[in-house]
């Protein structure tokens, strides 16, 4: 399975953006996508997954202003960030999980900053 990223950027406090990841390859229909960020000095945390049957789950950090959603269809995933914070401030990595395995994208940088 391969990722591909794409959406980040520079943004002001309070902004907003949206992160795009695309899968490819040989994908199970039963599978979890998620983002995950790691901050400069910090290790990577979960931000948000939604499984194939659309069940979410957030970091406490980000419930009321992230929003994470996919398309099967496409095997897109999406992150919609709202009230951008300097703290958001990342590098904003896809995870797709299937039958044991673990895949990782190349990461997009979201830098929140005025």
């Known amino acids: 399975v391969q990722l591909q990223a794409s959406g980040g950027g520079l943004v002001q406090p309070g902004g907003s953006l949206k992160l795009s990841c695309v899968a490819s390859?040989?994908?199970?229909?039963?599978?979890?996508m998620a983002w995950y960020r790691q901050a400069p000095g910090k290790q990577r945390e979960l931000v948000a997954s939604?499984?194939?049957?659309?069940?979410?789950i957030y970091a406490d950090s980000v419930k009321g202003r992230f929003t994470i959603s996919r398309d099967n269809a496409k095997n897109t995933m999406y992150l919609q960030m709202n009230s951008l914070k300097e703290e958001d401030t990342a590098v904003y990595y896809c995870?797709?999980?299937?039958?044991?395995?673990?895949?990782w994208g190349q990461g997009t940088l979201v830098t929140v900053s005025s």
């Open positions: 390859g040989s994908i199970f229909s039963r599978n979890i």
């Open positions: 995870n797709f999980q299937s039958i044991g395995h673990s895949y």
């Open positions: 939604i499984s194939s049957g659309g069940i979410t």
